[in-house]
């Protein structure tokens, strides 16, 4: 590993901006939950947290790169790491300290909500919303990354600390008091930042690495105008520390989007290099970035296609005109990858040598990183051998059986212009029939998945048991969560979802064009991990998706049941999609699949259908010009999807851990019956925006937040429903959870469904 002389600054050189903090094995999550359930100490738990981290450095150096290293380590989350380093404790917190004190604003305790939890600019990545007041304490309070820095050093690392910056944590932030600009405390954070500074320039940290994100999102509550002047003003002060005495070098970064509106100013504040993103963003015309080192992100660092070097190449040559030090880098940090291509084998031989020529993970994205900085060094010419072979995979792929499928593409083209149902009025007269009681109760679709069904589910990957002892299994499971919900008192039940290991990925599985891996795994918060699929093709439906299940938990009742559907943006936005394509075909593609599905449910017999869009808002374009483009497709493929549906079909929707009030319109215009969306967290803020647009379906603000192991008591659900009714007309108003009870143990479960329950008939003994 580099050895830091300390009489010398290095230069960045070829870099990665993060690498995958979950352990190749998914150490961190083991981790975690092992020191939640009081398996392990807290000793033993930095343990094998510093052997995750040892283990990541161990992986970059192999792999190639030299100098300055990415510590993006976390515990749980990153913004969380800024909270807790500069002290921003909430009060109701006052008297914890330690893991106790960072667990419980991740998790919350028996008496306190946690922090509230919604989506990293527009990726899939779940953080925790700091609270910001004007009496919130802000001052460097912990030394964690400090520490650590400082013993990485000792070993001969030459560590470089990722931290989400002042300007983005604020941007980030939840004001604790109505109309509180949280940029008023930028003073206090910048002050908070210098002690930081000084503090890793006395551990001998060389490089620092600061995410300002915020700077390319139209999507905050600041405008990207006020944005850019934080910035500016923030690392104007802290770039004018001296380096190597008052502060390391400054490497501030600008992933997820375009920066090219501030880019000359933050070049002229004295940092030392800038991280770009040039795969969504630009460079500005005739700008002089001379006496900068520019790390140009030309290496996707969101998705697991092989990249086109021949572009990355040209990239990197329109960054040396503007006089800069060039350095070849990811787009974003790797954490939104898998750890290596090598890890993986698909059943079927051709896909099998197909997806390992056209897809890189992260360790295949160092790779590139590499080769490029070999041609910057060197040359173009000094890798003309790998030039040629990347266009010949690219070419390749684009010719490969199953990309382009022209009698999926007929089949679409037909469809396309059917997406709208009958009228909502004539709807809502036909679904009188459904005879629903008053506050009508339900759930989202999954309920928890016990070892037992995980085990059963492997067993039949391992051949230990038959299809038709699976097929029992499964049943077995259906029967007990249809007798748990009758027993509960639920008006609308749903089957559990037993059969599947992820939303996603079991639609994956089924249809035509997917391919899911096997050790894939991303965080996407604290300890919950998922492997998005690889959408590489034209989708279709060849078989049989939910149907089978479904009428089997239906024969087991005389109470509805709902089929449950997973929409096409959520299809989208949790798979490593195909760049090759418009995402809106991609869209309809998978529309007209679930449309064909949804005719067979009806066929079946089913009357309520949800077909949940969790992150409609998460795939929001982080540039307002591109939103217009995207809401259309967005919604035009989910109403492609369930316009078939007959008038006195249910449709449900499902939309969770986003701000809808910037997509309120879109959501009505989905057109969905009733539309449930995560609000026990935020304590119904989501109500304000429903009043405001004057939404006029069914709607079931989530009463349980199920992210969080506590239990809410009757009474606080009761309260959360009065909330809602006095917003949403008592016709209108359904009663559920956040979002699926996957992740949850079944004997809160219980108690939080029992509570659910008895909120909504207390509710209904007042009306």
């Not at 919303?129 to 004007?134: A, K, L, S, T």
């Not at 085990?455 to 748990?484: C, F, M, N, P, W």
């Not at 969080?708 to 009761?718: C, H, I, K, L, N």
Request: proline share 4%; net charge negative; glycine share 6%.
């Amino acid at each position: 590993m580099t050895i830091i002389d300390e009489k010398v600054r290095t230069q960045l050189t070829s870099t990665i901006t993060g690498y995958p903090r979950i352990g190749r094995h998914r150490e961190l999550k083991k981790a975690l939950e092992a020191l939640w359930a009081h398996k392990i100490s807290e000793a033993e738990f930095e343990e094998k947290i510093d052997a995750v981290v040892h283990a990541s450095f161990d992986t970059l150096r192999e792999q190639g790169l030299e100098g300055s290293l990415p510590d993006s380590s976390t515990l749980y989350d990153q913004v969380l790491d800024t909270t807790v380093l500069l002290g921003a404790i909430p009060e109701r917190f006052e008297g914890k300290s330690g893991l106790d004190a960072y667990f419980s604003l991740a998790r919350g305790d028996a008496d306190n909500l946690p922090l509230e939890m919604t989506k990293y600019f527009d990726t899939n990545y779940h953080y925790l919303v700091p609270e910001i007041g004007p009496d919130t304490p802000i001052a460097y309070t912990d030394r964690r990354v400090v520490e650590r820095s400082a013993r990485l050093i000792a070993e001969g690392i030459d560590t470089r600390p990722v931290i989400v910056g002042p300007v983005t944590w604020l941007a980030l932030a939840k004001p604790t008091v109505e109309g509180f600009d949280t940029f008023s405390r930028l003073d206090d954070a910048v002050a908070a930042f210098v002690d930081v500074l000084g503090a890793l320039a006395d551990a001998g940290v060389n490089w620092v690495q600061i995410d300002e994100p915020a700077l390319v999102s139209d999507n905050l509550d600041h405008t990207r105008t006020d944005i850019i002047d934080a910035t500016v003003q923030a690392w104007s002060q802290l770039a004018s520390l001296e380096p190597g005495v008052a502060r390391p070098q400054i490497f501030i970064n600008f992933p997820y989007g375009d920066s090219s509106a501030a880019l000359e100013r933050i070049a002229h504040t004295g940092v030392e290099a800038i991280g770009v993103d040039l795969l969504r963003g630009t460079l500005p015309d005739a700008v002089d970035l001379s006496g900068v080192t520019i790390a140009a992100g030309v290496i996707n660092g969101r998705n697991i296609w092989r990249a086109d070097l021949g572009l990355a190449a040209q990239l990197l040559d329109s960054v040396a005109v503007t006089g800069a030090r060039v350095v070849a880098s990811t787009t974003t940090s790797l954490q939104h990858v898998p750890h290596s291509v090598a890890d993986e084998h698909w059943d079927d031989a051709q896909l099998d040598a197909n997806l390992h020529s056209w897809l890189a993970f992260a360790d295949e994205k160092i790779s590139e990183i590499e080769i490029l900085a070999r041609g910057l060094s060197q040359g173009w010419k000094a890798i003309e051998s790998e030039l040629t072979e990347s266009a010949r995979a690219l070419e390749e792929r684009s010719h490969a059986a199953g990309v382009n499928d022209p009698q999926i593409r007929q089949r679409v083209e037909q469809l396309v212009g059917k997406r709208d149902r009958v009228s909502y009025k004539a709807r809502v007269e036909a679904q009188k029939e459904l005879d629903l009681p008053p506050f009508p109760t339900t759930t989202i679709g999954s309920f928890p998945q016990t070892g037992q069904v995980r085990k059963v589910r492997s067993a039949l990957l391992r051949g230990e048991i038959t299809h038709d002892e699976y097929i029992e299994r499964i049943r077995q499971e259906i029967d007990s969560v249809i007798s748990l919900q009758e027993e509960l008192g639920l008006d609308v039940l749903v089957h559990g979802e037993p059969e599947r290991n992820d939303m996603v990925q079991y639609f994956a599985e089924l249809l035509q064009g997917f391919a899911v891996t096997k050790n894939g795994w991303v965080q996407s918060y604290g300890s919950r991990c998922t492997r998005p699929s690889i959408l590489w093709g034209d989708v279709a439906r060849t078989r049989d998706l939910t149907v089978e299940w479904w009428a089997y938990a239906q024969s087991r009742t005389d109470k509805p049941v709902k089929g449950m559907l997973t929409g096409p943006v959520t299809i989208i936005a949790w798979s490593f999609v195909r760049d090759d394509l418009p995402l809106g075909q991609v869209a309809d593609q998978i529309a007209v699949a679930l449309r064909e599905e949804i005719a067979e449910l009806e066929a079946a017999g089913a009357k309520f259908i949800q077909v949940d869009e969790p992150a409609l808002r998460e795939l929001l374009p982080l540039d307002a010009l591109e939103q217009a483009d995207y809401l259309n497709w967005a919604v035009g493929a989910f109403k492609l999807a369930t316009s078939g549906a007959q008038a006195g079909t249910q449709i449900h929707t499902h939309l969770c851990y986003s701000e809808f009030g910037q997509i309120i319109d879109s959501i009505a215009a989905l057109d969905a019956d009733v539309t449930s969306i995560e609000a026990a967290r935020s304590k119904m803020e989501v109500l304000a925006d429903l009043a405001e647009h004057g939404f006029s379906h069914g709607v079931g603000p989530g009463v349980w937040d199920i992210h969080s192991p506590r239990v809410p008591s009757a009474d606080e659900v009761t309260e959360l429903l009065h909330l809602a009714a006095d917003v949403i007309p008592a016709e209108k108003l359904w009663v559920n959870p956040d979002c699926g009870l996957k992740t949850r143990g079944y004997d809160e479960t219980v108690a939080s469904l029992k509570n659910l329950v008895a909120g909504a008939h207390a509710l209904r003994a007042q009306a």
